[in-house]
């Protein structure tokens, strides 16, 4: 959400929906037995959906279950995670780094399934970090991230990660315009320095290891969100942007000046066309390329420079703009891929491209003019149709698969559903509130799932006890298999629930991992039987090779660490069972504890300032015996003569 | 069963016929605890040497974290296991000890007395075999 002046009508429609449907609506749904049957997941068994929400500024990843809303898993991403020890433990550090070093957080936006066929495939899902541009990949059998990948050129990675047909490219487009290669101009000089890149990210399609495969530099608009096309439009991807005015400041009032912002359409497979015919210039462009390994159970942060950058002056057809109402965010694809429906923002109602039209108005050459170089098409000829009076600021929309769009109105905290084809309203109802995002399983998919939608709301006054002056975000799930909308369920996440996206659990849970296998570990420090358990000292460095089974640590009496010496817990879980992971925390630690997975090797590093005994021990409650799972280590003064020495297995 | 454990006793039934009984015996059907788990009937015949060798490997990298030989440990010292226990009940401990603790009267007992609940390991029915043949070649 941009600016403040929306946040005030927001603030006053809130009131006055609040003041109209909160003794209505909660009275109804109290005594609602049915809406409660609908969600009820009896103890025991197990959810329909995964539900892949992002954690907004928590720059994390959260999962729940659907319909009933339980909330599953919180995935370490972007930020750091004392809980588990990402981020602080030696193997997930890298993950971390940037071009701009070491950093902690970030701002997660939009989750993505990735996909096969236009359908998600439940092998992996992307999410965006907004702040330093990023994009990574969470690998769907571990639910762990497996890999960040740094966007150069780019600010503020908003429409992203958005993914083709079948998985060939996840895009990411700049929200903030900056001069290219950056450098230091006056703010002054935006229309004439500041581009836009949007970056298209090639994905294996065996491994899913991510590539910076090419940049397009676009005129220096705030590129919004994007969908790709599926079946006829398959080769084409639909960002939305805004701030054509191209101001520089106060864009709440100058970056809504024109009429019309754009959906730009772009063809990425005549982008790998011109790709291979050399069109494209070789540009700088630092970032970082982050990989998780199994095997070695860490990631290696590899320094990258440069990319092959595509423009569209010299690129015919590559890339159209589409006319479109004041400040669009969604711009979203129909299953069938004719449809892309864009929500402007401030505007006043849906307009509804079609794709076989703007084929049409392309080879009949149907443009207004241009910017740049890049045609702009005639709004009338590409237009399949408008959804009049939808409500006040239309954000996003997804699809049931039954022909009905589904759009949030920020402003007026509702969700409207609309008919493909006529284009008239057929339901609306009220949000709880201010809805950002909605959700559909499947809902930007071919084949949607439908049955539900899940709002997605920045704010919450008055719907949960309070909690001082910051309130939890919102989800909320509303059943749609019927001709009205009926809200069945209501509960608070995780950070911000920016976006989501759902996926049947069938795709999912028959390749959830349970351990990872000891035979398979190639961690370089890794201890696999308990008679091999040692410590080493390098110089000042001191390695601790250790190993964890319930429930006990071996070693687990150590002496002659001295103060100055940078201890390596390098800690091998021996458990080969599921659910059974051990935790690690030694006193005085700086950083946080480790928590490792059966069959996992982690590390953790400790610097002993005092001189002492010092216990650790194990922090997941791991059997019966779990407290007693600890050990004792003893740290000497810098300049004394005790010995290395431990126990060890047999 | 599994399509597999009926190829399996399959072909055990076939071994035991071409062999004709010979000096191999297998284990008295009556009175045997044999737990619960997967395992219903295991062959043991001469002690298979190459078996003991690979169990000998898995024990030394899934087990001794827990087991020694001769002493009490974590869990219970395993030389003279094959005595008390049968060939199937030792087999469904190490494949499905989280149920054999909660069921079996034996195996409760054990937990009780030692509190660590005996760890799955994940260990396949074959390296589970293995590992009762070194077991067994533990008594000799
Ligand atoms: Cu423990």
């Not at chain 1, 390098?538 to 010496?565: A, C, L, Q, W």
């Amino acid at each position: 959400m941009k600016t403040k002046n929306y946040f005030i009508s927001a603030i006053i429609i809130i009131a006055l929906s609040a003041y109209f449907y909160s003794c209505s609506s909660k009275s109804d749904l109290s005594k609602d037995t049915d809406a409660a049957s609908k969600v009820y997941v009896a103890p025991g068994s197990h959810d329909e959906f995964y539900g892949l929400f992002s954690g907004g500024f928590s720059g994390q990843m959260t999962v729940y279950g659907l319909p009933s809303g339980r909330l599953l898993k919180v995935i370490p991403v972007f930020s750091q995670q004392a809980e588990n020890g990402w981020g602080y433990t030696e193997e997930t550090k890298p993950m971390l780094e940037t071009s701009y070093g070491f950093i902690p957080w970030d701002d997660a936006h939009h989750p993505q399934l990735s996909m096969t066929n236009s359908n998600p495939d439940g092998r992996w899902v992307f999410i965006n970090g907004n702040n330093t541009p990023r994009i990574a990949r969470i690998d769907l059998s571990s639910f762990r991230t497996t890999e960040i990948i740094e966007i150069p050129n780019s600010s503020g990675n908003h429409s992203s990660p958005f993914c083709t047909e079948n998985t060939e490219y996840v895009v990411a487009g700049t929200r903030f315009s900056v001069p290219t290669p950056n450098k230091d101009v006056p703010i002054s000089t935006y229309k004439e320095n500041f581009k836009g890149n949007l970056s298209f990210i090639k994905v294996d399609k065996d491994n899913g290891r991510m590539n910076l495969e090419f940049q397009i530099r676009m005129p220096g608009f705030n590129y919004d969100l994007s969908r790709a096309g599926k079946a006829a439009s398959k080769d084409w991807v639909f960002f939305s942007c805004y701030n054509s005015e191209q101001a520089n400041t106060l864009l709440e009032v100058n970056a809504s000046q024109n009429d019309k912002d754009f959906i730009a359409a772009i063809n990425w497979r005549l982008a790998e066309k011109y790709l291979k015919e050399g069109k494209a210039k070789d540009e700088p462009g630092k970032y970082r390329h982050n990989v998780w390994n199994d095997d070695v159970h860490s990631a290696t942060s590899t320094e990258k420079n440069g990319v092959k950058v595509l423009y569209p002056q010299d690129c015919p057809g590559l890339v159209y703009l589409i006319p479109t109402p004041k400040s669009p965010h969604g711009c979203d694809v129909d299953p069938s891929g004719e449809y892309i429906a864009a929500s402007g923002k401030l505007a006043a109602l849906i307009p509804v491209f079609s794709f076989s039209k703007m084929q049409k108005a392309v080879q009949e050459k149907k443009f207004d003019s241009d910017v740049e170089g890049i045609p702009i098409l005639n709004y009338e000829a590409v237009l399949a149709g408008e959804v009049q009076n939808p409500g006040l600021g239309p954000l996003h929309t997804e699809f049931d698969g039954n022909g009905y769009g589904y759009t949030s109105m920020f402003l007026s905290s509702e969700i409207v559903k609309w008919k493909i084809g006529t284009w008239e309203v057929v339901d609306r109802i009220p949000t709880y509130y201010s809805i950002g995002h909605l959700m559909i399983p499947g809902g930007d998919a071919a084949k949607p799932w439908g049955k539900y939608v899940v709002a997605l709301n920045k704010i919450t006054k008055d719907r949960y006890l309070p909690t001082g002056p910051e309130l939890t975000h919102s989800a909320q799930l509303y059943d749609i298999s019927g001709d009205k909308m009926k809200l069945l369920l209501d509960f608070p996440t995780n950070g911000e629930p920016h976006y989501a996206q759902a996926i049947h659990a069938d795709l999912v849970k028959p390749n959830s991992k349970k351990i990872y296998k000891l035979e398979n570990n190639k961690h370089p420090h890794a201890t696999l039987n308990e008679k091999d358990v040692k410590v080493v000292r390098e110089g000042n460095i001191v390695r601790v090779y250790m190993t964890t089974i319930r429930s006990h640590f071996m070693p687990d009496m150590i002496e002659g660490i001295k103060v100055g010496d940078i201890v390596y817990w390098h800690i091998t879980n021996l458990e080969q069972d599921w659910d059974i992971p051990h935790g690690f925390a030694v006193m005085g630690a700086q950083n946080s504890e480790a928590l490792i997975m059966p069959g996992e090797t982690q590390t953790i590093v400790w610097k002993p300032e005092r001189v002492g005994i010092f216990p650790f021990y194990c922090s997941d409650f791991c059997s019966a015996l779990h407290q007693e799972m600890q050990g004792y280590i003893r740290v000497s003064a810098a300049d004394s003569k005790t010995e290395i020495t431990f126990n060890k297995g047999q | 069963m599994n399509k597999h454990s009926i190829l399996i006793l399959l072909v055990l039934v076939l071994l035991i016929q071409s062999c004709g009984g010979g000096d191999e015996k297998t284990t008295p059907q009556e009175n045997v605890d044999k737990g619960v788990g997967p395992i219903k009937t295991v062959f043991v015949g001469n002690i298979d040497a190459s078996m003991v060798a690979n169990g000998s490997k898995i024990f030394q990298a899934k087990c001794t974290a827990c087991h020694k030989v001769d002493e009490k440990y974590i869990g219970p010292k395993l030389r003279g296991v094959t005595q008390r226990r049968s060939p199937e009940w030792i087999m469904n401990m190490i494949m499905n000890p989280e149920q054999m603790i909660k069921e079996n009267e034996a195996a409760k007992k054990l937990f009780a007395e030692f509190m660590t609940p005996m760890a799955n390991q994940n260990i396949p029915q074959d390296e589970a075999r293995a590992l009762l043949e070194y077991l067994r070649s533990l008594e000799n």
